[in-house]
Nanobody, 126 residues
Framework: QVDLVESGGGSVQPGGSLRLSCTTS????????MGWFRQAPGKEREGIAAVSTSGVSTYYADSVKGRFTISQDNAKKILYLQMNSLKPEDAAMYYC???????????????????WGQGTQVTVSS
Protein backbone atom coordinates (compact mmCIF):
# COMPACT_ATOMS: atom_id res chain seq x y z
CA GLN A 1 0.00 0.00 0.00
CA VAL A 2 1.25 3.46 -0.94
CA ASP A 3 -0.04 6.43 1.02
CA LEU A 4 -0.08 9.82 -0.68
CA VAL A 5 -1.14 12.98 1.11
CA GLU A 6 -1.40 16.25 -0.80
CA SER A 7 -1.20 19.73 0.68
CA GLY A 8 -0.54 23.28 -0.43
CA GLY A 9 -3.69 24.05 -2.36
CA GLY A 10 -5.51 27.31 -1.92
CA SER A 11 -6.77 30.42 -3.63
CA VAL A 12 -4.51 32.64 -5.69
CA GLN A 13 -4.92 35.50 -8.15
CA PRO A 14 -4.09 35.04 -11.84
CA GLY A 15 -0.35 35.30 -12.34
CA GLY A 16 0.35 34.03 -8.85
CA SER A 17 2.18 30.94 -7.66
CA LEU A 18 1.51 27.94 -5.46
CA ARG A 19 3.56 24.93 -4.46
CA LEU A 20 1.79 21.66 -3.94
CA SER A 21 3.31 18.91 -1.82
CA CYS A 22 2.65 15.18 -1.80
CA THR A 23 3.94 13.44 1.29
CA THR A 24 4.88 9.81 0.80
CA SER A 25 6.38 7.11 2.96
CA UNK A 26 8.99 4.42 2.83
CA UNK A 27 10.79 4.04 -0.49
CA UNK A 28 7.87 5.21 -2.62
CA UNK A 29 9.78 7.91 -4.47
CA UNK A 30 12.59 5.55 -5.45
CA UNK A 31 10.35 2.68 -6.53
CA UNK A 32 7.42 4.46 -8.16
CA UNK A 33 6.86 6.81 -11.02
CA MET A 34 5.18 9.85 -9.47
CA GLY A 35 3.04 12.55 -10.92
CA TRP A 36 0.28 15.09 -10.67
CA PHE A 37 -3.19 15.05 -12.19
CA ARG A 38 -5.95 17.60 -12.05
CA GLN A 39 -9.67 17.63 -12.61
CA ALA A 40 -11.88 20.64 -13.04
CA PRO A 41 -15.68 20.44 -12.68
CA GLY A 42 -17.22 18.93 -15.79
CA LYS A 43 -13.87 17.98 -17.27
CA GLU A 44 -11.87 14.77 -17.50
CA ARG A 45 -8.96 14.15 -15.20
CA GLU A 46 -5.74 15.34 -16.85
CA GLY A 47 -2.23 14.11 -16.21
CA ILE A 48 -0.08 17.23 -16.12
CA ALA A 49 3.34 16.24 -14.79
CA ALA A 50 5.33 13.13 -13.98
CA VAL A 51 8.80 12.22 -12.82
CA SER A 52 10.83 9.04 -13.02
CA THR A 53 12.18 7.19 -10.00
CA SER A 54 15.58 8.79 -10.55
CA GLY A 55 14.06 12.24 -10.63
CA VAL A 56 15.88 12.93 -13.88
CA SER A 57 13.23 12.28 -16.49
CA THR A 58 10.11 14.41 -16.45
CA TYR A 59 6.89 14.78 -18.40
CA TYR A 60 4.71 17.87 -18.73
CA ALA A 61 1.42 18.35 -20.47
CA ASP A 62 1.43 21.15 -23.01
CA SER A 63 -1.07 23.05 -20.88
CA VAL A 64 1.48 23.53 -18.07
CA LYS A 65 4.84 23.27 -19.83
CA GLY A 66 7.09 26.20 -18.95
CA ARG A 67 4.96 27.22 -15.96
CA PHE A 68 4.90 24.16 -13.69
CA THR A 69 7.85 22.21 -12.32
CA ILE A 70 7.74 18.76 -10.74
CA SER A 71 10.45 17.80 -8.28
CA GLN A 72 11.06 15.51 -5.37
CA ASP A 73 12.97 15.59 -2.10
CA ASN A 74 14.00 12.02 -1.39
CA ALA A 75 15.22 12.79 2.13
CA LYS A 76 11.88 14.35 3.11
CA LYS A 77 9.93 11.86 0.96
CA ILE A 78 7.95 14.67 -0.63
CA LEU A 79 6.90 15.23 -4.23
CA TYR A 80 6.37 18.85 -5.24
CA LEU A 81 4.57 20.72 -7.97
CA GLN A 82 5.67 24.35 -8.28
CA MET A 83 3.02 26.25 -10.18
CA ASN A 84 3.84 29.70 -11.54
CA SER A 85 1.96 32.14 -13.75
CA LEU A 86 -1.32 30.56 -12.74
CA LYS A 87 -4.32 31.08 -14.97
CA PRO A 88 -8.04 30.77 -14.21
CA GLU A 89 -8.09 27.59 -16.30
CA ASP A 90 -5.61 26.01 -13.88
CA ALA A 91 -8.31 25.94 -11.20
CA ALA A 92 -9.03 22.31 -10.34
CA MET A 93 -8.66 19.57 -7.78
CA TYR A 94 -5.06 18.41 -7.94
CA TYR A 95 -4.12 14.81 -7.22
CA CYS A 96 -0.82 13.12 -6.54
CA UNK A 97 -0.45 9.68 -8.11
CA UNK A 98 2.05 6.85 -8.15
CA UNK A 99 2.72 3.78 -10.24
CA UNK A 100 5.18 0.99 -9.56
CA UNK A 101 8.22 1.53 -11.75
CA UNK A 102 8.05 0.05 -15.22
CA UNK A 103 10.18 0.32 -18.34
CA UNK A 104 8.07 2.14 -20.91
CA UNK A 105 6.51 5.38 -22.02
CA UNK A 106 4.71 7.89 -19.86
CA UNK A 107 1.41 6.83 -21.41
CA UNK A 108 0.98 3.85 -19.11
CA UNK A 109 1.36 6.02 -16.02
CA UNK A 110 -0.94 8.71 -17.40
CA UNK A 111 -3.62 6.16 -18.26
CA UNK A 112 -3.51 4.04 -15.14
CA UNK A 113 -1.72 5.09 -11.98
CA UNK A 114 -1.81 2.53 -9.20
CA UNK A 115 -2.31 4.88 -6.27
CA TRP A 116 -4.01 8.22 -5.70
CA GLY A 117 -4.00 10.86 -3.01
CA GLN A 118 -7.17 12.51 -1.75
CA GLY A 119 -6.60 15.74 -3.67
CA THR A 120 -6.05 19.40 -2.87
CA GLN A 121 -8.11 22.24 -4.31
CA VAL A 122 -6.57 25.07 -6.31
CA THR A 123 -8.63 28.16 -7.07
CA VAL A 124 -7.41 30.90 -9.41
CA SER A 125 -9.52 34.02 -9.52
CA SER A 126 -9.31 37.75 -9.09
Amino acid sequence: QVDLVESGGGSVQPGGSLRLSCTTSGDTLSTHIMGWFRQAPGKEREGIAAVSTSGVSTYYADSVKGRFTISQDNAKKILYLQMNSLKPEDAAMYYCAAKKWYDGSWDLFLRAPDYWGQGTQVTVSS
